[in-house]
């Protein structure tokens, strides 16, 4: 049987199975195995980018070999869903795939059957952790605490104290807070965010990474979060409740 290996690496100083030994492992798995090995194809890269070189040239001299040989399954996909549907054209054009990780040969029925389940149960488990981690930021939220980068006006506690108790818990930025209350001061007054961008660039106000770059999206983004600003948010039933810390407005 004519077989190629495939190895990847998501970047060059990645700490993963090198290149050559990704392709060393295939090698002494085909050779075991009697295998012909008629090329080797390498790519550094992503999983889910489409343009992989060497993933591309397996794939356009596909009649030449009838097995491809890989250390482990997301070196093909990172998806188990992509991966499968992958596998299934591959059977459909009389090709097979092997992915040493999970130790299945696509060659054989019940390898391609095994594989399915495989793959079915790899890809459950990537939505059942999505699932979960959905559920605990909203459970977060629904505690009162915020989840990701503070917003502009306010700073971490967390990154303050180190303290695990003080995860979520924000912290008027000074400085910061004082823009943020001049914007809303002069949107009321009927300046338009156009014209509030222009106010703060004239006056030397740098954004929070020390530019001058103001746009009207980041103006309208502090604006349509006024409710934010007082020290309210919306729980999961939307009532308005309040936040532990201090509001700016």
Known sequence: ??????????????????????????????????????????????GTKTERDGFQAMMDSIDDWDIVIAYKLDRFHR????????????????????????????????GMAIFKIITA???MEVEVTRERTIMGIQGVKNEGRWVGKPPYGYDSKFAQTGDEKDKGILLVNPEE?????SIFDLYKTGATKSEIVNRLINNSILTRTGKRNWASATIGGIIDNELFYQGHYYDADNTVQDYTWEAIL
């Open 121 to 123: 149960l790899n890809q």
């Open 177 to 181: 807070g004082d823009i943020v209350s």
């Open 79 to 110: 998806s188990s869903s992509n991966a499968l549907a992958w596998a299934t054209e591959l059977n459909g054009l009389g090709k097979n795939f092997v992915a040493m990780d999970i130790d299945v040969d696509t060659s054989t029925a019940m």
């Open 1 to 46: 049987m004519r077989a190629v290996t495939y190895s990847r690496i998501s970047t060059e100083s990645q700490s993963e199975t090198s290149l050559s030994e990704q392709t060393r492992r295939a090698k002494q798995y085909a050779e075991m195995r009697e295998y012909d090995i008629v090329a080797s194809y390498e790519d550094i890269g992503t």
